[in-house]
C-alpha cells in the first residue's frame, strides 16, 4: 500500500524559514516524481513545485526564489525548503506522487 507523510510544519515568523518532510513507503520511490501542493483556508489547493524523477524542479510563481525541493532517496524522501516566508504562505501543505497518491498534509503557520 502506497503510503506519504509529510512532517515538519508549525508556527514560524515572517522572514524565517522552515522545511518540510514527506516519506513515502509501499513504493520504488527513486522511479517517482514528487510534488507539493498547499491549499490556504477558503482557498482551492495549489500546486507549489515539484522534482522529477533526475532531480530537476519546478516552482509556482508564488514561491520561485523562495522555496527549494530536493529528495533523498536513499530516505525515500521529499523535502521542501521554505526560506523568507510571508503570511500568505500559511497553508496546509501536501505532498503527491506521480499517481495521484496524496499524504494527510501538514499545517504551516506564518504569523508574528
Known amino acids: 500500500q502506497v503510503q506519504l507523510a509529510e512532517s515538519g510544519g508549525g508556527l514560524v515568523q515572517p522572514g524565517g524559514s522552515l522545511r518540510l518532510s514527506c516519506v513515502a513507503s509501499?513504493?520504488?520511490?527513486?522511479?517517482?516524481?514528487m510534488s507539493w501542493y498547499r491549499q490556504a483556508p477558503g482557498k482551492a489547493r495549489e500546486w507549489v513545485g515539484d522534482?522529477?524523477?533526475?532531480?530537476?524542479?519546478n516552482y509556482g510563481g508564488s514561491v520561485k526564489g523562495r522555496f527549494t525541493i530536493s529528495r533523498d532517496n536513499a530516505k525515500n524522501t521529499v523535502y521542501l525548503q521554505m526560506n523568507n516566508v510571508k503570511p500568505e504562505d500559511t497553508a496546509v501543505y501536501y505532498c503527491?506522487?506521480?499517481?495521484?497518491?496524496w499524504g494527510q498534509g501538514t499545517q504551516v503557520t506564518v504569523s508574528s
Open positions: 522534482i522529477t524523477v533526475s532531480g530537476i524542479t
Open positions: 503527491r506522487n506521480d499517481v495521484g497518491t
Open positions: 509501499g513504493v520504488i520511490f527513486s522511479r517517482m516524481s
